[in-house]
């Protein structure tokens, strides 16, 4: 049983929480991070989504996840990548880039865009099996020619911003 803070609309927390997958109201909401990882050569670190997924199976992206009760944005960014590809990142060397309100399904999401540099060796990612079950380094052309091929999950419309802050 996974439990979520909710926040409102600024991102402060309510002092409620939620279990996963139980409804939230109008005006709540909960924080999903996604992290990119960019290394020297200009490439993000992308995973293929575990076939079994209910949502979007056997599509890349960054890694992605929700905040769980007592997370702050950076913490969700650094347990996420740590949980799914077994990767340790630097909290120095990340940014929060920006935050967007959107809906995931049937919730209310504050979504913090992260993006930290530094240089993973692709050959330590540890798959965890029921998220991941690849990884590999992108330009961001391989990235929007994966997306024209429906091998990328289309869900982040934000990618041309990304691209040219990062």
Known sequence: MELWDILDEAGNKTGKTIERGKPMGKDEYHLLVHVWIKNSNGE????KRAA????LPNLW???VGAAVIGDDSLKAALREV???IGINLSPTKGKCLFRL???HYDFHDLVD?????EEV???EV???PEEVCGAKWATPEQIKTLIELGEFADTFSYLGDLFKIA
């Open 44 to 47: 993000y670190l992308i995973t």
């Open 52 to 55: 079994n997924k209910a949502h």
């Open 61 to 63: 992206e960054p890694t």
């Open 82 to 84: 740590k949980e799914e």
């Open 101 to 103: 309100k959107g809906q």
């Open 113 to 117: 865009v992260w993006l930290f540099k």
């Open 121 to 123: 060796d692709i050959s």
């Open 126 to 128: 540890i798959y965890q």
